[in-house]
């Protein structure tokens, strides 16, 4: 049958890449890894991981993926999208030996329904790991932070930023701060930042303005927001500390 790759993910030094295989157009996808230097692919194959897969990878070309529960034998198959988990996978480990790190179940302090994605993201410029709760459809989720370079289990201490009362759609994150896309009272979307060691911290560095902020992303040399006016798009630069502190008043663009 025809086959699709999905959702292709490198390593922070492009020496591995994980990508998805879905059998027949259908998004319930293989997650195999190859070798840049060599092509070759590893033995590595983790199924039933739909429609997200590769998460984050770490230095130690260990990473995080999304992964559907196995459906018991005579299950309502329309419950096979439901309760997926976060897990964390090392090169050549049986995926079911996998522990469990992020989702459905995981952990007390961390409620999710049966339809919630468990997302967790990692960045070299920061020493906090984020847990993202992408509830179903809805654009609006829920984040969670920890102090740590690797979350290996179910028993992380994650401390909750911002429910979706917030109205969060996009983040990115540097050092100590995470900066939020929200449009809580701002219809065309503002731009927040908030300490992730202090979250009652917070400043708001892109307000609300004829612009329809739709982006943003940290780079080395700053913050890069993407906002449109009508038909015409812009970018805009904040220079960043290495704490991750903005400076507003260097915004160009």
Not at 72 to 85: F, G, H, Q, R, S
Request: with cysteine; aromatic share 10%; proline share 8%.
């Amino acid at each position: 049958p025809p086959r699709s790759t999905l959702f292709p993910y490198t390593t922070l030094f492009r020496s591995y890449v994980a990508y998805g295989v879905s059998e027949g157009g259908s998004e319930n996808a293989v997650i195999h890894v190859i070798e840049t230097a060599t092509g070759k692919i590893l033995p590595d194959a983790i199924d039933r991981c739909k429609f997200v897969g590769v998460t984050a990878w770490l230095p130690d070309n260990s990473f995080y993926y999304v992964r559907f529960p196995k459906l018991a034998p005579n299950a309502d198959p329309t419950t096979a999208e439901l309760k997926p988990v976060a897990y964390l996978h090392v090169l050549g480990r049986d995926p079911d030996a996998d522990p469990a790190v992020f989702g459905y179940g995981v952990n007390p302090d961390v409620k999710m329904s049966p339809i919630d994605f468990p997302i967790v993201v990692r960045t070299p410029v920061s020493p906090y790991t984020i847990g993202l709760v992408q509830h179903g459809v809805q654009n609006e989720g829920t984040i969670y932070a920890i102090n740590a370079d690797v979350v290996s289990g179910p028993s992380a201490a994650w401390k909750k930023l911002v429910d979706v009362d917030s109205a969060v759609t996009s983040f990115d994150f540097r050092g100590s701060t995470i900066y939020l896309l929200n449009h809580k009272n701002a219809l065309s979307y503002q731009v927040t930042s908030m300490r992730l060691d202090d979250p009652a911290k917070t400043a708001t560095i892109v307000p609300e303005s004829k612009d329809v902020v739709e982006q943003v992303s940290v780079a080395n040399d700053g913050l890069y927001v993407r906002a449109r006016r009508g038909g015409f798009g812009k970018i805009s630069r904040i220079a960043l500390a290495a704490a991750g502190t903005p400076d507003v008043s260097s915004r160009s663009g």
